[in-house]
């Protein structure tokens, strides 16, 4: 079976996809100088793997061939790919494919100069996350609309003090304010309030790729002092 490492290598560079400014997540990678992007299509298999669930997981075949173009996004802790989130490209579909899927999207970012209980940003989505990571080095996704017990575990391992930013919608205030019970009762939990008309970190890239640069840039900054109001205060 094909490593998450290797089947990433078989794809080509998100700047070789027509269209990549317009897309939100192919944009932020390009913009924020992210190199744990690429695309893989239908014909790279055909090319290199002969398309064959002996190099692959069943359901990774199985996922491109119905897309036939997707997104792979790498997880990368000490320099190695634990598993790759394979998005399409036009829905809001994934799939997961490697090993030891309870970590925490960007959790290698806590290899560079992370200290114990220095603040952590939690966020659903693998957008939300990169797109502030040039905000504040220390976010995590969790790749659903909450914490699992294994996340939150890992978590109190590493601080008491967490920003939790979900979605703004009655699931993400659903699992914030269960995780923020849970969190609490050992550490300090804060949130940010987002701005109007604004669901989640993500809509930064949204509209960045929709090139409304004034609405793009003032949404930023509002968030941005958010992060250092808390982070630079407690």
Do not use: C
Not at 102 to 112: A, D, I, R, T, V
Not at 141 to 147: I, Q
Not at 182 to 208: C, H, Q, S, W
Request: charged share 30%.
């Amino acid at each position: 079976m094909k490593t998450p490492s290797e089947v990433f290598n078989l794809g080509s560079p998100i700047t070789d996809e027509e269209g990549w400014r317009s897309h939100p997540y192919l944009r932020n990678a390009v913009e924020k100088g992210l190199t744990n992007y690429r695309i893989l299509k239908i014909e790279h298999l055909m090319r290199d793997l002969s398309l064959n669930t002996e190099n692959l997981s069943y359901s990774l075949v199985k996922f491109i061939l119905e897309y036939k173009k997707v997104l792979l996004v790498a997880n990368i802790i000490k320099d190695e790919t634990v598993f790759l989130v394979v998005r399409a490209l036009e829905e809001k579909k994934f799939i997961l494919y490697g090993d030891d899927f309870f970590l925490f999207y960007g959790m290698g970012n806590l290899e560079k100069g992370f200290k114990r209980n220095d603040w952590v940003i939690v966020v659903e989505g693998i957008l939300d996350r990169d797109s502030i990571i040039d905000m504040y080095p220390y976010v995590l996704s969790v790749l659903s609309s909450g914490l699992s017990v294994v996340q939150r575990r890992i978590l109190e391992s590493l601080t008491k003090r967490v920003i939790l930013m979900y979605d703004n919608d009655d699931t993400g205030r659903r699992s914030f304010f269960r995780d923020k019970g849970f969190l609490e009762k050992g550490g300090t939990v804060r949130d940010i309030k987002y701005p109007t008309g604004m669901k989640d970190f993500g809509n930064l890239a949204e509209t960045m790729a929709n090139g409304d640069n004034f609405d793009f840039l003032s949404k930023r900054e509002y968030i941005k002092q958010g992060i250092d109001l808390i982070v630079k205060s407690y």
